[in-house]
């Protein structure tokens, strides 16, 4: 009988020499090259850049940009002027590199370029989880090697950041790169001329906000961005356009459903765990509770907190909580909503909705929601029902003293700028708890009006969702700086 071996140190190093085609003078791929960076791209680098001995963890949903990313980081370094041959680059999935520890790869990179100091590299791992242990390894590394800079990513980042956090406390710096921002989205599409920057008034000062030069053809392409525009391949490709739900479905959601989590977490049902996920990714933007859920998927109570925990660390879904009138939080969780971190994961498993449509206005609220996933904001939803009133709130902003400071109420619709009294929920939340404006979106109209003491401002929801975006990208910015 033959014995079986692993691969040889020849074989990993003639794999790794493949991997990293700038040692031979040839540069990164022209494919990268001539991609546009994503406006998360700066900061990342900065933190890549930073005399700070610690990794960074870039973590992020399938398929948003991560890989590109990390050959985009090693273009921007050989410019910067770090030696091509001090840039190591290795896509850890690979069947040669199987159950090799983080350690042995490095060496192995240096003995590729027969060099035995290990100082002034850049080393960066992608595709990290699924070496074993990994976070054990990076820790060791960090230690090991100070003059060494790391950069892993990976995209079971549920698992990706549970164990960073677990190992690599003060060693790690995480990283989130979310799915496209509507804002990117124009600027990738050269589309941004439709956008101009504007002031409103607001607390006594002129704060920034944009508006649009043609708001017909700024909707239309709002309307792209909910059905196929999360995802960067499928701005340039019209086969991923003209079927994204075979895209998104098989490359994404699959393997995160059917591979990474129930690989990570032992779950054993898969096609339930897949039910569940169908029914709350059809009703994004809705109000859920345990009960309503269990007996919408069947699943008991136990595992759905299971479920929604996990699909939460996977960056498919995002949770609210509930606030009731008086703007006070619940001690139980009665009832949250629940929205997919990308309104178009929706279109792709149940196929686009028409702008007609009377449940587009759930996908809009759910893109609203998407543009804050790197915020970090106190953002719940207010509902409440006592004795004859009842009422909900879309978004209630909380400020540091745990008081509502900004309410906004998403309308796909103009018909609330001519029928304000409509609004009685927005209305008697703001009335409650002494706010004295809030926003309003719409579908094309852009109006301030002072109803029941309260200042309205409509504004259309396409310019909105974009400010919302910068915010992110803005706030960002400022921490990696």
């Given at each position: 009988?033959a014995?079986i071996?692993?691969p040889s140190?020849e074989?990993v190093?003639?794999?790794?020499?493949?991997?990293?085609?700038?040692?031979t003078?040839a540069?990164?791929?022209?494919?990268?090259r001539e991609?546009?960076?994503?406006?998360?791209?700066?900061?990342?680098?900065r933190?890549?850049q930073a005399?700070v001995?610690?990794?960074?963890?870039l973590?992020?949903?399938?398929?948003?940009?991560?890989?590109?990313m990390?050959?985009?980081?090693v273009?921007?370094l050989i410019?910067?002027?770090?030696?091509?041959?001090?840039i190591?680059l290795?896509s850890?999935d690979?069947?040669?590199?199987?159950r090799?520890?983080?350690?042995?790869?490095?060496?192995?990179?240096?003995?590729?370029?027969?060099?035995?100091?290990?100082?002034?590299y850049?080393?960066?791992f992608?595709?990290?989880?699924?070496?074993?242990?990994?976070?054990?390894d990076?820790k060791?590394?960090?230690?090991?090697?100070?003059r060494?800079?790391?950069?892993v990513?990976?995209?079971?980042?549920a698992?990706?950041k549970?164990?960073?956090q677990?190992?690599?406390?003060?060693?790690?710096?995480?990283?989130?790169?979310p799915?496209?921002?509507?804002?990117?989205?124009?600027?990738?599409?050269?589309r941004q001329?439709l956008?101009?920057?504007?002031?409103?008034?607001?607390?006594g000062?002129?704060?920034?906000?944009?508006?649009t030069v043609?708001?017909?053809?700024?909707?239309?392409?709002?309307?792209?961005?909910?059905?196929?525009?999360?995802?960067?391949?499928?701005?340039?490709?019209?086969l991923i356009?003209?079927?994204?739900?075979?895209?998104?479905?098989?490359?994404?959601?699959?393997k995160?459903?059917?591979r990474?989590?129930?690989?990570?977490?032992g779950?054993?049902?898969?096609?339930e765990?897949?039910?569940?996920?169908?029914?709350v990714?059809?009703n994004?933007?809705q109000?859920?509770?345990?009960?309503?859920?269990?007996?919408?998927?069947g699943?008991d109570?136990?595992?759905?907190?299971?479920?929604?925990?996990?699909?939460?660390?996977?960056?498919?879904?995002?949770?609210?909580?509930?606030?009731?009138?008086?703007?006070?939080?619940?001690?139980?969780e009665h009832?949250f909503?629940v929205?997919l971190?990308?309104?178009?994961l929706?279109?792709?498993l149940f196929?686009?909705?028409?702008?007609?449509?009377?449940?587009f206005?759930a996908l809009?609220?759910?893109?609203?929601?998407?543009q804050?996933?790197t915020?970090?904001?106190?953002?719940?939803?207010?509902?409440w029902?006592e004795g004859?009133?009842?009422?909900?709130?879309?978004?209630?902003?909380?400020?540091?003293?745990?008081?509502p400071?900004?309410l906004?109420?998403v309308?796909?619709s103009?018909?609330?700028?001519?029928?304000?009294?409509?609004l009685?929920s927005?209305l008697?939340?703001a009335?409650?708890?002494?706010?004295?404006?809030?926003v309003?979106?719409?579908r094309?109209?852009?109006?301030?009006?002072?109803?029941?003491?309260?200042?309205?401002?409509?504004?259309?929801?396409?310019?909105y969702?974009?400010h919302?975006?910068?915010r992110a990208?803005?706030a960002?910015?400022?921490?990696y700086?």
């Amino acid at each position: 009988m033959a014995t079986i071996k692993p691969p040889s140190e020849e074989h990993v190093q003639a794999r790794i020499r493949t991997e990293n085609p700038w040692w031979t003078g040839a540069g990164v791929d022209m494919l990268y090259r001539e991609m546009r960076h994503r406006a998360f791209f700066a900061p990342f680098m900065r933190l890549v850049q930073a005399k700070v001995r610690r990794a960074v963890v870039l973590l992020g949903p399938r398929r948003v940009g991560k890989t590109v990313m990390l050959q985009q980081c090693v273009d921007q370094l050989i410019r910067a002027g770090v030696p091509s041959k001090k840039i190591c680059l290795l896509s850890v999935d690979q069947p040669v590199y199987s159950r090799m520890r983080l350690d042995d790869l490095f060496r192995l990179c240096r003995a590729a370029l027969k060099d035995d100091d290990p100082a002034g590299y850049h080393v960066l791992f992608d595709e990290i989880q699924y070496l074993t242990d990994w976070e054990r390894d990076l820790k060791v590394l960090v230690d090991t090697y100070p003059r060494t800079r790391f950069v892993v990513s990976g995209s079971a980042a549920a698992a990706l950041k549970a164990k960073s956090q677990e190992s690599g406390a003060g060693r790690f710096t995480e990283f989130l790169l979310p799915p496209l921002t509507f804002h990117e989205f124009l600027h990738l599409l050269d589309r941004q001329h439709l956008i101009v920057r504007t002031h409103r008034e607001g607390g006594g000062e002129a704060r920034p906000f944009f508006e649009t030069v043609d708001i017909t053809a700024l909707n239309a392409l709002f309307v792209q961005y909910i059905t196929f525009g999360g995802y960067p391949e499928a701005l340039f490709d019209p086969l991923i356009q003209k079927d994204p739900g075979r895209f998104i479905r098989s490359d994404i959601v699959d393997k995160v459903l059917l591979r990474d989590l129930p690989s990570l977490y032992g779950i054993g049902d898969v096609q339930e765990l897949n039910r569940f996920f169908s029914v709350v990714a059809y009703n994004t933007g809705q109000v859920f509770s345990y009960g309503s859920l269990g007996k919408t998927s069947g699943v008991d109570a136990v595992t759905i907190r299971k479920y929604l925990e996990y699909l939460e660390a996977a960056y498919l879904i995002r949770r609210l909580r509930r606030l009731d009138l008086s703007a006070r939080q619940f001690k139980r969780e009665h009832g949250f909503k629940v929205y997919l971190t990308n309104p178009s994961l929706r279109t792709a498993l149940f196929g686009p909705l028409p702008d007609s449509d009377v449940g587009f206005g759930a996908l809009a609220e759910t893109a609203v929601h998407a543009q804050g996933l790197t915020l970090n904001e106190p953002v719940y939803y207010a509902n409440w029902k006592e004795g004859r009133r009842e009422g909900e709130v879309d978004f209630v902003r909380l400020n540091a003293h745990l008081k509502p400071d900004r309410l906004c109420e998403v309308k796909w619709s103009d018909r609330f700028v001519d029928q304000p009294a409509e609004l009685k929920s927005l209305l008697a939340f703001a009335k409650q708890n002494n706010l004295d404006r809030a926003v309003v979106t719409t579908r094309t109209r852009s109006l301030t009006r002072t109803v029941q003491g309260v200042e309205l401002r409509y504004v259309p929801i396409a310019p909105y969702v974009y400010h919302r975006g910068i915010r992110a990208i803005e706030a960002v910015d400022a921490t990696y700086r």
